[in-house]
Every structure is written in C-alpha cells, then in structure tokens.
C-alpha cells in the first residue's frame, strides 16, 4: 500500500506563490506517475493540474497553469512537488498528490479515475 503525504497549502494573496510537496511511501518512484488534481469549491470533479513520470521525469500540465506552475521530483527524497507562481484567486481549492503504478500514463492524460493511490489534500487559498 502506498501512502501519499502533501504539504505546504495555505493562505496567499494574488501573484503570490507556494509550492506544495508530497511525500510518497513508496519503495522507489521509478514504477510510478505522480499528478497533482485540484478541486475547486462546489465542483465535483477533480482536475488534473501537472504530472510527471518517475521514470524519467517527463511532465506536462494543463493549460491553465503552464508556465504558473512547476512539477518536480526528488527519487533520492521520494517527494514530488509543485511550485506555484503567480496564483490566481481562480487556484483556489484542495490540492491533491495522487499516484499509480505505470509511470507512463502521464503522456495519456491520464484523469483521475487512472490513479490508485491519492493523499488526503491541502487546502490552498488565494484571496483577491
């Protein structure tokens, strides 16, 4: 069972930053994909915002956030991350590290039914 630990999720007020890291229980990354989802307030759904592959660290990241926001990872550390930049009232939402055990399916575009494993969120609030 892997478990997934995020951090760094507060308070911020537009064009401010923060970045987010999430601790993976895992033996290794090298077998798996992290992404990060959000989910916004009122929405049912959760949107995939960045994901990489542990493996070899190819990301990519929804429209919305590129160039915003940067995926990242540490296999020494066992810890993924997401710098945000010039946040938007419109990031607000619970940020959730979520993980599955094929590192390739980042380049599917994988959504979040896709991934087993997912952390119990960080709250991120970016007020106007």
């Known amino acids: 069972q892997v478990q997934l630990v995020e951090s760094g999720g507060g308070l911020v007020q537009t064009g401010g930053s923060l970045r987010l890291s999430c601790a993976v229980s895992?033996?290794?990354?090298?077998?798996?994909?992290i992404a990060w989802f959000r989910q916004a307030p009122g929405k049912e759904e959760r949107e995939r915002v960045s994901?990489?592959?542990?493996?070899?660290?190819?990301?990519n990241s929804e429209d919305s956030v590129k160039g915003r926001f940067t995926i990242s990872k540490d296999n020494a550390g066992k810890t993924v991350s997401l710098q945000m930049n010039a946040l938007k009232p419109e990031d607000t939402a619970i940020y959730y590290c979520a993980a599955e055990a094929r590192d390739y399916i980042c380049s599917d575009w994988a959504a979040a039914r896709d991934f087993r494993y997912w952390g119990q969120g960080t709250q991120v609030t970016v007020s106007s």
């Open positions: 895992a033996a290794t990354l090298d077998t798996y994909a």
């Open positions: 994901c990489i592959s542990g493996r070899s660290g190819v990301a």
